[in-house]
């Protein structure tokens, strides 16, 4: 049987547990780094105090999370693990970080991102100010933010404090690009 994917915003204690509970089941995995075990959800950080939680369910089961984070208190979530020489050139007050986009390996290349990242747009364009977004990720996700109509922002990998070594890099768009090339490209039959 295809799975039958439901989109929502996290707003209830349960909905936010559910998502930090599958947070650590994929990070466990694939991202120990960002894990935090002194707390009650390893999974979850200071900046989900603030920001704005989606996910997606299969059968009850959150299979797939991700959340938006302005700019607060003079910075963005990854402010605190950029390099010196690395500077985010976005419009504190028309972009978004979107973070922690998180998808369970069995629901992966089936398109879920582009029905996570098309609702979660829809949302923000009808409920908030914000135009554009940024996202930091690793080099095998630029290709995949291309294809919804991001730009590479700079040639050059960078390391980010605490984060396993890896080289990231930064993609940024207009929310309403994303919003019609992902309903235009792939969720378009």
Partial sequence: MPPSFIFKKAVTE?????????????CQKDFPYILDFSGDFPAKDIFDDY????????NNKVVASCRITPYKNGEWEISSSMPDNV???VDKDKAIQLNRVYIEEK??????????????????LKNTKFI???????????????????S????????LQGRGGHQYYIVS???DDFNFIIKNKFLKK
């Fill in 14 to 26: 349960e909905e936010y547990s559910a998502i930090y509970k599958s947070r650590l089941d994929i």
């Fill in 51 to 58: 920001s704005t939680l989606f996910y997606v369910t299969d």
């Fill in 87 to 89: 500077k985010l050139t």
């Fill in 107 to 124: 629901y992966r290349n089936q398109n879920l991102h582009a029905f996570m990242f098309y609702h979660f747009s829809e949302w923000v």
């Fill in 132 to 150: 554009t977004y940024f996202a930091i990720c690793k080099i095998g996700l630029v290709r995949l933010y291309k294809n919804i109509g991001a």
């Fill in 152 to 159: 590479l922002v700079n040639d050059e990998g960078f390391s």
């Fill in 173 to 175: 768009g207009r929310i």
